[in-house]
């Protein structure tokens, strides 16, 4: 299908873009990669009547740690994360997440920013930016504001981004040396979407868990924290009874879709399954 009739603008700076959607608000949309954005507006799923390209202002493609913190601009790519020596170095459990999203085409021209603020809840990164606790960097033409993740998706295709506002940055902590980390999913096989996905960051001391941390997306509406998990698990003796034992509640909390690709019992069974996998390879890793 074609999409509706649009006007296209593409400023050179952040403050003309923040003008602009200051402007149109609920009747523009943010243009970055377009992966997530195109599909819909052929499918007449939003009509938005403006456009706003991003894709040439300077420094939203960039990648930085300072203070232990790594940075990363809306514009940066999956295939960028995956290939970023910051990312492989501080944070291994982003790279894997963005590495078996889609396919090369997708992961070359689809970027972070525009993956989190469309929020498909088959995502693959967002269960890993809810593992590694990351800040969401908001800014309008009024200021800005930072928003934990664990905040940051609110429903279906709907985060806390304002119709005002653009997201300029994610800002994740670098994990404590050691922490060991696993992304593991089951793929839809046509799209490579999350059926289930789990996210684990694992810390251990002398064989119990110190610290974990676990996000999940595919299950619900929108992306989450495992927190029966988390909780089970810390201050546990690791071993492969407690961590099937702490899977068990990988599904609590969440209102489980069901969809033509699966059942709410399937996608329960295997975010269990998942979780267990996991968890078992960030063990492994901290260990």
Same mark, same amino acid.
Request: charged share 20%.
């Given at each position: 299908? =074609?999409?509706?009739?649009?006007?296209?603008?593409a400023p050179d700076s952040?403050?003309?873009? @923040?003008?602009? =959607?200051?402007?149109h608000q609920e009747d523009g949309k943010i243009l970055s990669g377009?992966?997530? @954005?195109?599909p819909i507006l052929k499918l007449r799923l939003s009509e938005p009547e403006v456009l706003i390209d991003i894709g040439r202002i300077d420094g939203l493609d960039q990648i930085s740690e300072s203070n232990g913190v790594v940075e990363i601009g809306p514009r940066v790519t999956h295939s960028e994360l995956v290939h970023s020596d910051v990312i492989s170095g501080r944070l291994p459990l982003l790279a894997a997440a963005a590495s078996v999203i889609g396919?090369?085409?997708v992961r070359n021209v689809g970027t972070v920013g525009g993956n989190l603020a469309?929020?498909?809840p088959a995502s693959d990164l967002p269960a890993a930016m809810v593992c590694l606790n990351a800040t969401i960097e908001l800014q309008s033409a009024g200021g800005s504001r930072s928003v934990a993740i664990d905040d940051f998706f609110v429903d279906l295709l709907t985060t806390e981004v304002q119709p005002d506002e653009i997201l300029t940055g994610i800002k994740i902590p670098v994990p404590d040396a050691g922490a060991g980390w696993s992304y593991a999913k089951l793929p839809n096989p046509a799209s490579h979407y999350a059926i289930v996905g789990i996210a684990a960051l694992i810390s251990v001391d002398g064989g119990t868990c110190t610290s974990a941390s676990v996000g999940v997306t595919g299950l619900g509406a929108a992306p989450g924290r495992a927190s029966g998990v988390e909780s089970a698990l810390v201050g546990s003796e690791l071993?492969?009874?407690?961590?099937a034992a702490a899977a068990q509640d990988a599904a609590s909390g969440f209102d489980v879709l069901e969809d033509i690709?699966?059942?709410?019992?399937?996608r329960e069974h295997a975010a269990r399954v998942y979780a267990r996998r996991a968890i078992?390879?960030?063990?492994?890793?901290a260990a």
């Open positions: 299908m =074609i999409p509706p009739k649009f006007s296209y603008y952040l403050q003309d873009a @923040l003008a602009l =959607i200051s402007e377009g992966h997530s @954005l195109i396919d090369p085409q469309h929020a498909d071993s492969d009874d407690a961590i690709h699966a059942s709410t019992e399937y078992a390879e960030a063990w492994s890793r």
